[in-house]
């Protein structure tokens, strides 16, 4: 049972142009939304997060957009650079009270060409 | 500024071997976890930790043990390694409702 659900395993977007990335979740009480990033033989690393309470964060080139009716959340990169090729993680948590255990769909390889 | 430290960073094992991952961060956070990550199943957590002395089960706990006897450490237990172990394990902490701090892997084949 995948909560968390990233449907495009690859993406390949040209230098300039935006991306969108795209993540679905199917538990309703998921109440925080992150994005990682990971490079090969690394760890993934904090991109971008948002709270149920709101419906968009911006941070520099990126900006997660929350749409909690549809379950779905996306990710835009403008412009796109090709540093920005990696794996991008989708992560949902819910408030356990006494724990912020995160569920991550299963990635999208993002490949930025010149 | 270590963060989050794993090791070793490449190991294997025969089928029935034992051995321990090491996990340890130097950020004081409470909430430290161990995920294991597989081609096309994203990243699934293992077990985790709340505090010194509090272990709960994740999505995919079976074959592994875990304690926490100091903040700072985590350390995963293999029991009896199996081919479905194979896997690229990572450690991660934070605090709670704070991002998580990944260390940078373990990848583990089990022969």
């Known amino acids: 049972d995948q909560q968390v659900k990233q449907n495009s395993p690859s993406l390949s977007v040209q230098e300039g142009r935006i991306s969108i990335l795209n993540c679905d979740y199917t538990?309703?009480?998921?109440?925080?939304f992150l994005w990682y990033k990971k490079y090969p033989a690394e760890g993934p690393t904090f991109l971008i997060s948002i709270s149920s309470i709101k419906d968009k964060n911006e941070d520099g080139r990126f900006t997660v957009f929350l749409n909690k009716s549809a379950k779905h959340l996306s990710l835009h990169i403008v412009p796109s650079q090709p540093g920005d090729s990696a794996v991008y993680f989708c992560?949902?948590?819910?408030?356990?009270?006494?724990?912020?255990?995160?569920?991550f769909g299963t990635g999208t390889r993002l490949q930025v060409t010149l | 500024n270590a963060g989050v430290t794993q090791t070793p960073k490449f190991q294997v094992l025969k089928t029935g071997q034992s051995m321990t991952l090491q996990c340890a961060q130097d950020m004081n956070h409470e909430y430290m976890s161990w995920y294991r990550q597989d081609p096309g199943m994203g990243l699934r957590l293992i077990h985790y930790s709340v505090g010194a002395g509090i272990t709960d089960q994740g999505e995919v706990p079976n074959g592994y043990n875990v304690s926490r006897s100091t903040t700072e450490d985590f350390p995963l237990r293999l029991l009896s390694a199996a081919p479905s172990q194979t896997s690229v394990y990572f450690c991660?902490?934070?605090?709670?409702?704070?991002?998580?701090?990944f260390g940078s892997g373990t990848q583990l084949s089990v022969l």
């Open positions: 538990n309703s009480m998921f109440d925080y």
């Open positions: 992560a949902a948590s819910a408030y356990s009270g006494t724990a912020s255990k995160l569920t």
């Open positions: 991660a902490s934070s605090n709670p409702r704070e991002k998580l701090f």
